[in-house]
């Protein structure tokens, strides 16, 4: 899976413009880099000076590690740790193979990342590693989920006041500072429905399923909003798949499977 992540970070700062690749042993390149937290890095290619900032290394059973990077803006000269202090950032956070770094990169000084710099780290954190997040951001897991709670029950009520805006921001609330709540997530879609928002709705229960992968609400109600959506052939996908994934819904997956193919002959 992360080499997966390094492949597609890597494709995505290759195009734009920063270079990843490994150097040939040349001479010049036989002293390997090893990056640590803090690391500023450059590197020239075709007359552009790319710069990035080692915010964090994760060490992995297999031996090889991912290097959490903020990247800058190529410019034409060769940047310093001053110069960088006042040039554009490119990407907030990527998560890049640190064994990309060994050849062909330079490093011109070490600086404690600061908070600023961390934001897209922090981010990536908060939807990828909960735990680590609440660790890395010192904060209380019990007050954070506590919290969340208490929006999600604001939006339970103003839902079934008919006040279905207010409760879409406050189930946003909810998930915002807890996003593995995938009940505010289903929430929220199912509010979408009520008001027509199917893609926002298909939207929010797509990444319910990123959260818990056996919801069958969830996994039901993305093939209703493909089907209301005119989207037939991925809708009965959907209900084909959930026949045998929840066997104990399989009634409705079928029922609903049945009136989509009509549907598709229909035309």
């Not at 990527?94 to 990309?100: E, G, K, L, T, Y």
């Not at 805006?165 to 189930?171: D, F, G, L, P």
């Not at 997956?253 to 035309?267: D, N, Y």
Request: aromatic fraction near 10%; proline fraction near 4%; include cysteine.
């Amino acid at each position: 899976m992360f080499r997966s992540v390094f492949t597609l970070c890597a494709a995505l700062l290759s195009a734009l413009g920063i270079s990843t690749a490994q150097a040939s042993d040349s001479p010049e390149n036989k002293r390997e880099l090893t990056v640590k937290p803090g690391d500023v890095i450059v590197n020239q290619d075709k007359g552009q000076w790319s710069a990035i900032k080692i915010l964090a290394v994760d060490q992995w059973p297999d031996g090889s590690s991912a290097a959490h990077c903020l990247t800058y803006k190529a410019v034409p000269t060769k940047p310093s740790l001053e110069s960088l202090q006042q040039a554009a950032v490119l990407v907030w956070h990527a998560p890049i193979d640190a064994a990309s770094f060994r050849k062909d990169w330079e490093l011109i000084g070490n600086q404690v990342p600061t908070k600023a710099e961390l934001v897209g780290f922090v981010e990536y954190l908060k939807l990828t590693d909960f735990p680590r997040y609440v660790a890395f951001t010192g904060q209380d897991s019990k007050e954070i989920v506590r919290n969340a709670n208490a929006h999600y029950q604001r939006a339970y009520a103003l839902g079934d006041q008919g006040k279905k805006k207010e409760a879409i921001a406050e189930y946003t609330e909810a998930i915002e500072l807890f996003p593995l709540f995938y009940e505010a997530i289903d929430n929220r879609a199912f509010t979408y429905m009520e008001l027509g928002m199917l893609r926002e709705a298909l939207r929010d229960f797509e990444q319910s399923l990123r959260v818990n992968p056996n919801g069958v609400s969830a996994f039901f109600s993305r093939g209703e909003c493909l089907m209301k959506l005119g989207d037939l052939k991925a809708a009965e996908s959907v209900f084909q798949e959930g026949q045998n994934r929840f066997p104990e819904q399989r009634a409705m997956f079928t029922k609903f499977l049945e009136q989509v193919r009509a549907l598709r002959r229909g035309g």
